[in-house]
């Protein structure tokens, strides 16, 4: 690594983490071959940093605005300002955004039960949902999309990516919204790009241009320089403990899009009638403003992990998604160990070198809205922030792992190298 007021960095990395020198070497040889990457990274970083200071400043941002508000938090002007920020940087022409929202599912549950009603359609065009979101559209218990009368279709992918004519075929007089997931979940498809959800768009609205657009866009905000909302979604939302609260909002989502749809999921998330002019903020207001502030470098440190992950599990004959110099769509990377006990030992390794918790061992264990056990690594400041470095996976063939997150960069390089080394120690991996 380098030298520094006469130590090695590499000497701390292997006394306190246990990392062997095969592996620091090979960790430096993989920092110096990303450079140009993690260049590329940063121009985007500035681009969206220099998109969120502009939007504040436009909203005139005071620290009265910084304050909660109690009961029904009536005249919380701070609330309401982060709103129009949430509007601005997002290019919506509303935004709702709410620390009562509990998790992204809940924001993307919101969004579908506020606006669908009895007899409508909803159609996912990236196949089938990710395990939490499964039971709200598939379930049959009370507050499903059948409970209320709502049906449900999906379009099955095609070479892991949408298929146009199930797309075409699945869209009929009852389809009202179509939904598309922008990252992977626990599949191992490739996260949407940009360009490839405008592309989709513009399909989905030559069939039928009254059709509800609505992405899901949990761990992409900010990894390019365009939203969804900027190339045709109608709305859109995500979880503040993910990429917008830049490791700072302690809960919370957001829904941004037209006026209209972002009305009716207030209704929702209160009662109708109460629009957005309810809700009191309390401690959140400052949080949520300063996370968001943070959001777009805290991606790019997470990105930098991405593509650095990536290369050391390529490097170590590991299958990864997107692979280290592929574009990159969202901060999930994911990778194939293909054995449970792999899975469990590579995450309890994240662990170790957590900030928080480092001294607990994750267990496999069954998760509400998870079809299968779960192993969750994450020593995080904030429970189950996934902008901060974490990794997970379902206990199923193939046995992939997830992921995501990271603060800063050099704490990605100790977690992934800790996780290695973990796989070492257990006779997983050789090097």
């Known amino acids: 690594m380098s030298e520094n007021l006469g130590f090695k960095i590499e000497n701390i990395v292997s006394k306190e983490f246990g990392i062997s020198p095969k592996l620091i070497k090979m960790s430096e040889m993989v920092s110096k071959e990303i450079v140009p990457l993690l260049e590329e990274i940063e121009r985007i970083v500035e681009f969206n940093q220099i998109k969120v200071l502009s939007a504040m400043k436009r909203s005139y941002l005071s620290d009265y605005h910084l304050t909660g508000s109690t009961g029904y938090g009536y005249s919380d002007i701070g609330r309401d300002t982060i709103d129009q920020i949430y509007a601005d940087v997002f290019k919506a022409e509303d935004a709702l955004v709410r620390p009562h929202i509990v998790s ?12 669908l009603r009895p007899g409508d359609e909803l159609l996912s065009a990236t196949g089938a949902p990710y395990d939490t979101l499964k039971k709200v559209l598939l379930g049959n218990h009370y507050g499903s999309l059948k409970d209320f009368g709502i049906t449900y279709r999906e379009a099955s992918l095609k070479n892991q990516k949408p298929d146009y004519d199930a797309i075409r075929e699945n869209i009929n007089e009852k389809t009202r919204m179509v ?6 979940g626990y599949s191992l498809r490739p996260s949407l790009s940009i360009d490839e959800i405008e592309h989709l768009i513009k399909f989905i609205k030559s069939i039928k241009h009254d059709i509800i657009c609505f992405v899901d866009n949990c761990y992409g905000e900010f990894v390019e320089a365009r939203e969804p909302i900027e190339v045709g979604a109608d709305l859109c939302a995500g979880s503040l403990i993910k990429n917008p609260g830049g490791g700072v909002a302690p809960t919370g989502g957001y829904v941004v899009g037209k006026r209209d749809l972002v009305r009716q999921c207030a209704y929702r998330l209160t009662a109708p009638g109460l629009d957005k002019s309810i809700g009191s903020a309390l401690f959140s207001n400052h949080l949520i403003a300063q996370g968001l502030f943070y959001s777009p470098k805290v991606v790019g440190e997470a990105l930098k992990g991405a593509v650095y992950t990536s290369r050391m599990m390529e490097k170590l004959g590991f299958e990864v998604s997107p692979r280290f110099d592929e574009k990159r769509c969202d901060i999930v990377t994911a990778a194939i160990l293909g054995e449970e006990d792999a899975l469990i ?9 957590g900030p928080v918790d480092s001294h607990v ?8 809205g998870y079809e299968h056990k779960v192993i969750m690594a994450g ?13 997970d ?20 390089k100790i977690g992934i190298m800790s996780g290695l080394q973990a796989l070492m120690d257990s006779g997983k991996l050789t090097l």
């Open 104 to 115: 992204g599912t809940h924001a993307i549950t919101l969004c579908i039960q506020g606006v």
């Open 179 to 184: 939904l598309i997931q922008r990252s992977r």
């Open 345 to 353: 030992s590579f995450c309890r390794g994240i662990q170790k070198a």
């Open 361 to 368: 061992q994750p267990e496999p264990s069954a998760m509400p």
């Open 379 to 391: 020593g995080s400041f904030i429970q189950g922030s996934s902008i901060e470095l974490s990794a």
């Open 393 to 412: 996976g379902p206990l199923r063939e193939p046995y992939a792992v997830y992921v995501q997150g990271g603060l800063n960069f050099a704490h990605v």
